[in-house]
């Protein structure tokens, strides 16, 4: 049906987008839905997606092969939404590879480097990989996620143009199918909050171009038959200035009050968008999405009378992590909201992008902690029954909000979550256990020990993990071969590795790790404390799949991990052998962790499992041990007033786990794909000997920024992108250290790719080191 509302006009900013000569704005409307979910997964339940991309990309498969796959997923992830209860369904976050690319697709702000290319889909694929002689967009971290997302760049040759095939194509698709379907596009804030100035340009100077094209996308999409649109504006809960705050009302002014569009709602998620809810419940945009989960409350709702003419959508259901909702409580919640708001849906917190698809697909979990979860299915009925409650009242749904209510007693009182012996560990802890001595003092005595030459050579861990090693990883746990004869593979691969690593003149080598299936599950397979799924994927970014593992109690370590592992390769060579360890923080970002105690406390207990294991490598003679935190920046808070005290048990943590070892052994660190300049000063507190860090894609930015906070310790900045198929140059790596030289001297300066190399093939390994090495003693 059509509501006519009279006399809405931008009340700021106006003058900025001209709105249309009437004053009547004329709005798609229907009864408002109930149940809904921000977003829905897509790489497919056993990464279905991932495989046919990568066989598009090999040759295997052509495009119209690729696009059958896509739909296929997107066929049953809409269905299966709408028949599990949901009344508006998310389209259009379904992606190739990422949704910001394919917001710079829609808005015409792909990079000029890409636009030779004459097919879309392999344009597409050039500005997310790279190809002969392009260089990728660089990727960092959705917001304090382990997704990565593709970061545009926006430059003086930027001309943004609308191209809504993609999702005015899945909007027809989700009709066709009878799916009550609600487009889903990243708003015009995020969108530019979240891209890159490139040649002097302040992408949130250009906001005055992006609003016409999305009053244009929402008429197309109006004329589609779309009813509700969602435009995801996560950025809004960060710390904003007034300035922002006033871009927020003025732009959502100009969107709302637009003729012939459909209704509007904003999403925000993350945390709570503080003032700029006040900005966006001033404008006549229909309803809002708010993470209830994550920091926004009831009483900041009660405060805003606006909201009580709004859709509020409240994410009372965790879009994150894995644990069952508690559903009395947040039913409890959803009651409170009722009397300020003007109508109420239920919904997850965030996308269910960063949760696996289905319990169903996890027979082997410990029944009683199985009981314990919520997967993406699960979360969907969860969002069913509260709002079925809200509805119909909790009688209809008494049976669940009882299994729910024996869940979280059975969790409370299981004896797992609690082991004494660690806590009385840690509670005798003092300050001298995360402390060393003097980083000169140790500098000298590890130049006497290790005698590397000068820009000495290395690799940050992980070699490609070989057809080999798959099929024998497969025949293990199909019971075809015994472990022993899995360790002898694993034995013969590490050999491998050293001898290839030798023949091409490293100075510090690796063992490969071809006996961790992840960097963070190999550890919690280990680790009293964790459990492991078989199928739980999650999209890390592009074509890379994780399976987080869940801690769900007291983190103990019960034997050495890695130490037979290190010692074997380091008996294959005279060079030194790295040990090879996860961080703590790291641990903790790429689990799902328990929620029934602080973070930190929690990081302390996985420290203090890798403080015993460094101490182990170094008894066993390992002079060299990097105890990797790649995801030191992503759990950054994302407000201000909570990022010190974030830092401080982050930082503490790591310092923990590396304290225990004498000075004459070197503690290397890793860190990759974050902004990482809000948090320079914590990465110079770490202490770490040697910090190997991303550096190709930013063009070393991350030197200056040391620098500025007087870093004074070994750096390894990339010289190379391993996220990308190309082989660069010995030419190319030699500028890029020539680059790193005006930097930092030569004498705390080491050679590395920017990330482990576990993803690329063996052909195209050997080539980029080989030049890596040539480069290292060219500038030598």
């Known amino acids: 049906m059509r509501q006519r509302i009279s006399g809405l006009r931008p009340s700021c900013g106006g003058d900025q987008w001209p709105s249309t000569p009437e004053n009547t704005v004329t709005v798609t409307t229907n009864e408002h839905f109930t149940a809904t979910v921000l977003g829905l997964p897509r790489i497919g339940p056993r990464r279905e997606l991932k495989r046919a991309i990568e066989s598009y990309w090999a040759g295997r498969i052509d495009a119209a092969e690729l696009e059958r796959a896509g739909r296929a997923l997107r066929v049953d992830a809409l269905t299966g939404a709408q028949d599990a209860g949901l009344d508006s369904v998310p389209v259009g976050t379904f992606s190739l590879y990422d949704q910001m690319l394919d917001t710079a697709v829609l808005l015409g702000a792909l990079p000029p480097r890409v636009a030779g290319i004459a097919d879309p889909l392999d344009r597409y694929f ?24 593709l970061v545009p760049e926006i430059g003086p040759d930027t001309h943004f143009t609308l191209d809504p095939v993609k999702v005015l194509g899945e909007l027809r698709e989700a009709r066709e199918l009878g799916i009550s379907a609600r487009p889903v596009v990243i708003g015009p804030l995020t969108f530019l909050a979240l891209s890159k100035g490139v040649d002097g340009v302040a992408p949130a100077d250009r906001l005055s171009e992006l609003v016409p094209l999305y009053r244009d996308l929402l008429a197309r999409l109006a004329d589609a038959g779309a009813e509700w649109v969602q435009l995801d504006e996560p950025a809004l809960v960060r710390d904003l200035s007034d300035a922002e705050v006033q871009s ?4 959502y002014d100009a969107l709302s009050g637009d003729t012939h569009r459909p209704q509007l709602l904003v999403a925000t998620y993350f945390g709570s968008p503080g003032p700029a809810l006040d900005a966006l419940a001033a404008t006549a945009i229909e309803g809002v999405a708010l993470d209830f989960v994550s920091g926004t409350t009831v009483s900041e709702v009660a405060a805003l009378p606006a909201l009580a003419n709004k859709l509020v959508v409240a994410g009372l259901v965790d879009g994150r992590n894995i644990w069952r909702t508690d559903l009395e409580a947040a039913l409890g919640e959803a009651v409170s909201l009722l009397g300020s708001v003007g109508a109420l849906a239920v919904s997850t917190s965030s996308s269910l992008l960063h949760v696996p698809y289905s319990l169903a697909a996890e027979p082997d979990l410990d029944p009683v902690l199985r009981s314990w979860l919520a997967f993406g299915a699960e979360k969907i009925a969860e969002v069913r029954i509260l709002a079925t409650a809200i509805g119909s009242g909790t009688e209809a749904v008494a049976a669940e909000l009882a299994a729910s209510r024996a869940a979280a007693e059975s969790r409370r009182a299981d004896a797992r979550l609690r082991n004494d012996t660690v806590r009385a560990r840690l509670a005798g802890l003092d300050a001298g256990h995360t402390r060393r001595a003097d980083a000169d003092r140790r500098r000298a005595l590890q130049r006497e020990h290790l005698q590397l030459p000068l820009l000495p050579t290395t690799t940050i861990g992980s070699y490609p993990q070989t057809t080999a090693i798959r099929t024998a990883r497969a025949a293990l746990r199909a019971g075809e071969i015994t472990t022993a004869q899995y360790e002898d593979r694993m034995r013969a691969e590490i050999a491998d590795v050293i001898a290839l690593q030798e023949s091409l003149g490293l100075d510090v080598l690796v063992h490969g790790e071809p006996e961790r299936n992840d960097m963070v599950q190999y550890f919690a397979e280990q680790l009293d404390g964790f459990a492991a799924t078989h199928n739980g994927w999650v999209q890390s970014y592009g074509t890379r799949c994780v399976r987080p593992p869940i801690l769900y109690g007291d983190v103990v370590r019960t034997a050495p991990m890695t130490v037979d592992w290190i010692t074997y390769a380091q008996s294959l060579t005279d060079k030194p052998v790295k040990g090879m360890l996860t961080g703590p923080v790291t641990i903790l970002a790429w689990s799902f962790v328990r929620d029934d105690q602080p973070l930190a406390d929690t990081a302390r207990q996985v420290a203090l499992a890798i403080r015993d294991e460094t101490v182990d490598l170094e008894a066993a003679g390992i002079r060299l041990v990097q105890v990797d935190e790649p995801a030191l920046r992503e759990l950054l ?10 830092l401080d048990w982050a930082v503490g943590a790591f310092r923990l786990a590396t304290s225990g070892v004498r000075d004459d052994t ?7 794909y974050s902004e990482f300049g809000e948090i320079i000063g914590a990465i110079a507190a770490l202490d770490a000997d040697v910090t190997s860090v991303e550096a190709a894609r930013s063009h070393m930015e991350i030197l200056d920024d040391l620098n500025a906070v007087g870093y004074a310790l070994g750096i390894g900045p990339g010289v190379y992108d391993i996220h990308s198929p190309r082989v660069p140059a010995a030419a190319e790596i030699e500028a890029a250290l020539r680059e790193a030289i005006e930097a930092v001297p030569a004498e705390r300066l080491w050679v590395n790719p920017d990330c482990g190399l576990k993803t690329r093939g063996r052909a195209e390994v050997e080539a980029s080191l080989r030049n890596m090495v040539s480069a290292a003693r060219s500038v030598r």
């Open 637 to 646: 808070p994302l407000r201000r007033d909570a990022q010190q005290r974030y």
């Open 126 to 149: 050039a500005a997310a990989r790279g190809a002969e002689g392009i260089e990728p967009l660089e990727m960092t971290k959705w917001f304090d996620t382990n997704y990565h997302y």
């Open 248 to 251: 927020v009302r003025a732009t």
């Open 666 to 672: 070197q503690i290397h660190t890793h860190l990759c």
